[in-house]
């Protein structure tokens, strides 16, 4: 069965509930799917190499994602990640610089097959919000399962 890691950081659990709604979307595709945040990888013994996508978010704080996010993404610089799916989301009030480095550093660095955009959302309570975090899920698992031309013509 292929797989899904949705990893995060969070101040407010915004991003937090934004993992949690891509995780649904990612289920939906029928895709099995771990979500974690940045601080329990190590304790869940989570394994970058078993997975088929990797989707991160963080919010944005003060125009920056936030510092154990910065710090994971320069961990990952050693790993092979060229043949996983990607995305980027993060919650934000005011700016939303976060999920866009984030997912330019997975695209541009560590050589990913990534969705087409970060997701940038304002707050997860909102129905919008809610049903693009879900869709966004859907369009990563797509992308695994058929490749990304395929998932492209079913949208």
Known sequence: MKKALVIYSTRSNETGRLAELIEV?????GIDVMVAKVS??????I????CDALVLGSPTYKGEMLQE????????EAADLSSKV???FGAFG?????????????????KMKMVDKPLRVKSSS????????????????KI????????????
């Open 94 to 110: 005011w700016s939303g610089e976060a999920s866009r480095r984030i997912f330019d550093t997975m695209k541009n660095i560590f």
């Open 40 to 45: 329990e990888i190590e304790k869940k013994g």
């Open 86 to 88: 990607g995305g980027a």
């Open 126 to 141: 909102e129905t919008g919000g809610a049903i693009e975090a879900k869709k966004y899920g859907r369009d990563i698992a």
């Open 47 to 50: 394994q970058l190499e078993n």
């Open 144 to 155: 695994v399962r058929y490749g990304r031309e395929i998932a492209r013509m079913m949208q």
């Open 69 to 76: 996010m910065k710090t994971f993404l320069f961990t990952l």
């Open 25 to 29: 979307g990612i289920k939906s595709e």
